[in-house]
C-alpha cells in the first residue's frame, strides 16, 4: 500500500469536504460526518479531516499509478469546488509498505 497526504489550508476545509464526499456518494461508497470523511475509488481510498483552517487528505491506493489517478482525481474536484480560494493542494508520499 502507498500512501500520500495534502494538507490544505482554507477556511472552508468542512464545507470542500462535504461537497466532495456529496459529489461521489450516488456513485461510490462514502461516509462522513462534520469532521471526517472517506470515499472509497476503484483505485484507492481518500480519507479527509477537516479542522478550522486545514484539510488534511490522505490517498491510499495499491501502486504508484493507482495513488496519481486518486490524487488527481481529488484535485480536481477540490479545484472545481474551491475555485474561488485556489488553495495549494501539493500530495506528500508518507511511505510504503509490502
Same mark, same amino acid.
Given at each position: *500500500?502507498?500512501? $500520500?497526504?495534502?494538507?490544505?489550508?482554507?477556511?472552508?476545509? #468542512?464545507?470542500?469536504?462535504?461537497? +466532495?464526499?456529496?459529489?461521489?456518494?450516488?456513485?461510490?461508497?462514502?461516509?462522513?460526518?462534520?469532521?471526517?470523511?472517506?470515499?472509497?475509488?476503484?483505485?484507492?481510498?481518500?480519507? *479527509?479531516?477537516? $479542522?478550522?483552517?486545514?484539510?488534511?487528505?490522505?490517498?491510499? #491506493?495499491?501502486?504508484?499509478?493507482? +495513488?496519481?489517478?486518486?490524487?488527481?482525481?481529488?484535485?480536481?474536484?477540490?479545484?472545481?469546488?474551491?475555485?474561488?480560494?485556489?488553495?495549494?493542494?501539493?500530495?506528500?508520499?508518507?511511505?510504503?509498505?509490502?
Amino acid at each position: *500500500m502507498i500512501t $500520500s497526504e495534502a494538507r490544505v489550508a482554507t477556511a472552508m476545509s #468542512a464545507r470542500y469536504m462535504t461537497q +466532495l464526499c456529496k459529489h461521489f456518494e450516488h456513485k461510490l461508497p462514502v461516509s462522513y460526518d462534520k469532521e471526517k470523511g472517506r470515499i472509497e475509488f476503484e483505485s484507492g481510498v481518500c480519507s *479527509m479531516a477537516a $479542522s478550522p483552517d486545514l484539510l488534511i487528505l490522505r490517498a491510499d #491506493a495499491a501502486d504508484e499509478e493507482k +495513488l496519481g489517478r486518486l490524487e488527481n482525481v481529488v484535485v480536481r474536484h477540490l479545484e472545481r469546488f474551491a475555485f474561488r480560494d485556489r488553495p495549494e493542494i501539493r500530495w506528500t508520499r508518507i511511505g510504503a509498505s509490502a
